[in-house]
């Protein structure tokens, strides 16, 4: 009995920790999010250069690279280092309605930041996010996601 219940509880914790429902992942040991968005937007280089902290600084046929910097995002319920300002890398590929989106290199600045991967990936280089992270990375996800959707909200007058 006791062997079937340890076995649940890894099973269980196993599962927990490996399903991230976001759009973060671990590849070689660096911290990415990637995200495939649908659009009948055309020209999604223009569209991100209307955003003051996005730059695009190069081309290669229909990849746009850029960088993002001073960017913040507050949530509830995160770890202190979502209170400072980031910068990160991103990539654009263009394909017929749709685009992906690749972010990288996320630094979080001032006094204690550093590369995201020292706080969000584990002392052992897993190739997993451990489960602490939930919470900021559930919070990244979200904002990375709406500031890459390019939708415009327009205010009305009620």
């Known amino acids: ?56 600084t190069g081309t290669e046929g229909n990849i746009y690279k850029g960088k993002a910097t001073g960017l913040s995002s ?34 979080f600045t001032g006094k204690g930041g550093g590369r995201a991967e020292a706080f969000y990936i584990d002392k052992y280089g897993s190739e997993r996010l451990p489960a602490t992270a939930g919470a900021d990375l559930a919070c990244l996800d979200a904002y990375f996601t709406k500031l890459f959707t390019m939708t415009r909200v327009y205010k009305t007058k009620s």
Not at 14 to 20: A, D, E, F, G, K
Not at 40 to 49: C, L, M, R, S
Request: proline residues 1%; negative net charge; hydrophobic residues 45%.
């Open 74 to 107: 507050s949530c509830g319920d995160t770890s202190k280092i979502l209170e400072r300002e980031y910068n990160f890398n991103f990539e654009i590929e263009l394909s017929e309605s749709k685009y992906r989106i690749t972010v990288t290199d996320i630094v």
């Open 1 to 56: 009995m006791k062997k079937t219940i340890l076995l649940l509880v890894c099973v269980f914790y196993t599962l927990s920790v490996l399903s991230q429902g976001n759009n973060f992942a671990v590849l070689n040991g660096k911290l990415i999010w990637e995200s495939v968005i649908i659009s009948q937007e055309t020209n999604i280089p223009a569209v991100v250069a209307t955003h003051t902290k996005l730059a695009i």
